[in-house]
């Protein structure tokens, strides 16, 4: 894994969502209202990614989408 993913998906913080925290936070300012965002996560990181969505209060929760496997693979979010 290490030699094809990123370092930063590689070392996310303690709980493999500090990538998360900083797109949600570095897009609010620069996209339109309406504007979707869908974020690709880890295994079993699917709710904890949305609720962070929640904490901002530009970001309305669309769905959570699954894999082949039927993983919560994708959260997709639309900007208020």
């Known amino acids: 894994?290490?030699?094809?993913?990123?370092?930063?998906?590689?070392?996310?913080g303690e709980d493999g969502l500090e990538v998360v925290r900083a797109l949600?936070?570095?897009a609010a300012p620069v996209t339109a209202s309406g504007a979707h965002l869908l974020i690709e996560v880890g295994?079993?990181?699917a709710a904890s990614a949305?609720?962070?969505?929640?904490?901002?209060a530009v970001w309305g929760l669309i769905?959570?989408?699954p894999d082949l496997n039927r993983i919560d693979r994708?959260?997709?979010?639309r900007r208020i």
């Open 50 to 56: 949305a609720g962070l969505a929640a904490e901002h």
């Open 63 to 65: 769905a959570v989408y």
């Open 24 to 26: 949600l936070t570095a």
């Open 43 to 45: 295994v079993g990181q």
């Open 1 to 12: 894994v290490r030699e094809h993913e990123p370092i930063t998906a590689l070392q996310a």
């Open 74 to 77: 994708v959260v997709h979010l």
